[in-house]
């Protein structure tokens, strides 16, 4: 078997560590400590991520949408797949070396996906793009740390407290989607968003895809207007048909 090579390593801005890009023939894994926050051999979820949100847009539109956390672009490729021409993809990350990866070891994985006319990618906090956002994205796509706890850096968690949820929330055009990933289930996730006025699923999916792995969860959570109170069992717009070329 070939051995896992040490590609580099990042520090997270405010963070508990370091990120740490690994190679092993032509797959990469990006780790934290012991933990592995990403593979470029599961891919199926982050790309779920994409595609559910995506298919419960409004048919006609030109949508914006915010992608939190670059990571190996599996979420915008699948997203930029969905989309028509007018779309616009704004992508916030926060991590330097992760936007240079992209560019250098990984840009096989990535394609011609940053220099899609459609792409806005910047280094920076996704938590501020959001709160200087008012009413400027039909949804919102976060995959950032491991879902609602905050793994690699203590600031994620405010993305995902009362305050952070009703940023998001002024942040999104009526009927906008607020979608978070997570490598598991949160209970108590799951009530802050109905509490800040989403109606809320959850989407069970794979790591990768048909083809198995672990189970994650994807939080889809529809901006319910003030005039009217998410019922416990609301749910975000059915999804349409797929997108033709």
């Not at 690994?22 to 990006?30: A, C, K, Q, V």
């Not at 995506?54 to 979420?75: K, N, V, Y």
């Not at 792995?213 to 901006?223: D, F």
């Amino acid at each position: 078997m070939i051995p896992w090579s040490l590609i580099d390593t990042a520090k997270v801005p405010d963070g508990f560590g370091d990120l740490r890009l690994m190679r092993r023939g032509d797959e990469f894994s990006i780790m934290t400590g012991a933990t592995e926050l990403m593979n470029s051999r599961l891919s199926g979820s982050e790309k779920a991520l994409a595609t559910l949100v995506c298919g419960r847009l409004r048919e006609g539109a030109a949508p914006r949408l915010l992608i939190g956390g670059l990571g190996m672009g599996f979420t915008l490729r699948a997203a930029l797949g969905e989309l028509g021409p007018q779309a616009q993809v704004v992508v916030a990350e926060l991590v330097p070396a992760v936007i240079a990866w992209a560019r250098g070891p990984m840009a096989a994985i990535f394609g011609t996906s940053l220099d899609d006319s459609r792409v806005s990618l910047f280094e920076g906090d996704v938590a501020a793009t959001i709160r200087a956002g008012r009413a400027a994205y039909d949804a919102i796509l976060l995959d950032v740390d491991n879902g609602p706890g905050g793994l690699t850096r203590a600031a994620n968690d405010g993305l995902y407290s009362p305050a952070g949820l009703a940023a998001a929330r002024a942040a999104l055009r009526p009927g906008g989607i607020l979608a978070v990933w997570s490598s598991a289930p949160d209970s108590d996730f799951t009530g802050r968003l109905r509490r800040s006025g989403f109606a809320v699923e959850e989407a069970r999916v794979r790591a990768n895809g048909k083809g198995g792995g672990a189970r994650h969860v994807i939080w889809l959570a529809a901006k319910v207007e003030a005039s009217a109170k998410p019922a416990g069992d609301a749910r975000p717009p059915r999804a349409r048909s797929p997108r033709t070329p």
